[in-house]
């Protein structure tokens, strides 16, 4: 060293810190292309299983079992106010242990369909302070936590904005595809402001005229009724899910950034890659129905599907087309919508056919991953937004969460619903991927969760709604306001 100037021994000292610097900062550099969040609105873990034993007679065997992460996720909102309180009055704590006791409870849960006795202080709790889809949707969009009712709204009546917001920025596309209205409360989550998530009209007409999403796609049709059968708007108000007449008029006529379509034909076209856009680099998609592209339709029982509603996979294979146009990558938000209003309406043939349509669309995504990029470059997160119906074993009256009773593939397995209503159950996340690992740095224990018998030890964890925000961001190489 005696012979080196002092300018070279810095250079030296210099080198000697920065290369492993430089070393960390290349591998902390392996960011995803893409994102693809998929959301089963409304599926507490026990729905989950009931499609899975309605379809295989088994457990395990769906293509998210597979994922490297599983754990569980918290969903409770800020407050229960439907508007912003402004302070911290109402504001909801949350102990995943107080789910799982089992002291005999006297309360009920007074719903729409009935009054459910709540059997167990543990339901009592998991059917209390639960976070409505709005709310939801913002923790997953924004990482912030608020008041029901709320789109990307704070509770200090503040704008918030949400991870759409941040991946345009970035060059990248965004789409939201959903089973139920795109103006919905987690579709437009991902996509509008709103103080209140029933200001349909706003917030349709925020999602056209900010041009923010590549595509989105849904139901919400102002000329079909919840039979898919043509049906002249009765008023104004039958134009609220699309922005009203006016909006939905500038959009048939092609005088917007978006190629409208509305056909099932189109939808099928554009997941096989070949419909005309019609000089439009956008697409808005609403399928030829009212609501929702098949739980609203008439009778109770999983038969007579409409055979006019395209399926939740094929719009999401059709979004994938486009929004992988981006040389950048995009995020792409999926709901499978209506698992939520079949739990509020305790219909289990439907919760079924609902989850099993949106477990089909995770499996085309996860074969769109593996055909045309990979788990380095995309990031795959399967969740829900909270629980809803408490839906439990036809034992758990008896037994505080006593599992569901399997019958077999193709048969209604024995179950028991303890409310109408959401819930603020701990429930499933699965993700694979770029970034993935990053849920399981910061998950927290939640041991009671092997009263679940399907839970491994790895499984028995849990990270907040809002880490979801963070992980997508996270894996994007996105800097944020919260990080
Ligand atoms: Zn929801």
Do not use: C
Not at 35 to 51: E, F, H, K, P, R
Not at 462 to 478: M, P, Q, V
């Amino acid at each position: 060293m005696k012979n080196l100037s002092k300018s070279a021994v810095a250079v030296l000292l210099a080198l000697s810190l920065t290369q492993p610097v430089l070393a960390e900062q290349a591998k902390s550099e392996a960011h995803a292309k893409n994102v693809i969040l998929l959301i089963s609105d409304g599926a507490g873990m026990q729905t989950w299983n009931a499609a899975s034993y309605y379809r295989f007679g088994a457990l395990g065997k769906e293509v998210y079992d597979k994922f490297d992460v599983k754990l569980f996720a918290s969903t409770y909102p800020l407050n229960t106010s439907t508007t912003p309180t402004k302070s911290n009055d109402g504001k909801v704590t949350f102990d995943p242990e107080n789910l799982w006791k089992d002291q005999a409870s006297t309360a009920e849960f007074k719903g729409k369909l009935r009054t459910y006795p709540n059997y167990f202080t543990g339901y009592q709790y998991a059917t209390s302070d639960y976070t409505d889809s709005a709310a939801a949707a913002t923790a997953l969009a924004s990482g912030y936590k608020t008041y029901n009712n709320a789109i990307n709204w704070s509770n200090d009546d503040t704008r918030l904005k949400h991870i759409g917001e941040y991946v345009v920025e970035s060059g990248r596309a965004l789409g939201v595809v959903t089973s139920v209205q795109w103006t919905h409360a987690t579709p437009a989550g991902f996509l509008a402001h709103n103080n209140n998530r029933n200001n349909y009209q706003e917030i349709a007409q925020e999602i056209i005229n900010s041009g923010l999403a590549t595509v989105v796609m849904g139901a919400g049709h102002p000329y079909y009724d919840n039979d898919g059968k043509a049906s002249a708007p009765k008023d104004d108000k039958a134009f609220r899910y699309v922005g009203g007449k006016e909006s939905w008029d500038k959009l048939a006529v092609g005088d917007t950034e978006y190629r409208l379509i509305e056909r099932k034909e189109d939808f099928v076209d554009l997941a096989n890659n070949h419909l005309d856009l019609k000089g439009k680099k956008k697409v808005l998609g609403t399928a030829q129905v009212k609501e929702t592209l098949q739980f609203n339709r008439a009778g109770t029982s999983a038969e007579n599907r409409l055979s006019t509603s395209p399926d939740l996979a094929t719009m999401t294979k059709g979004a994938l087309n486009v929004v992988s146009q981006n040389p950048n990558g995009f995020f792409l938000m999926v709901e499978g919508g209506a698992v939520d209003w079949a739990a509020h309406a305790n219909n289990l043939p439907r919760i079924i056919e609902e989850q099993i349509d949106f477990n089909l669309t995770v499996e085309a995504v996860v074969d769109w991953v593996e055909k045309n990029s990979s788990w380095e470059e995309t990031l795959v997160i399967v969740t829900t937004d909270h629980g809803n119906g408490l839906l439990q074993g036809v034992n758990s009256d008896q037994k505080a969460y006593a599992e569901i009773i399997n019958q077999g593939a193709g048969a209604l397995p024995l179950v028991r619903w303890h409310t109408d209503n959401h819930t603020r159950e701990l429930v499933p996340v699965y993700a694979k991927g770029q970034g993935a690992n990053y849920f399981t740095t910061i998950a927290k224990d939640a041991p009671s969760l092997a009263n679940y018998s399907y839970t491994t030890k790895e499984m028995q964890r849990y990270i907040d709604n809002t880490n979801i925000f963070d992980a997508a961001a996270k894996s994007l190489g996105i800097k944020t306001d919260k990080n």
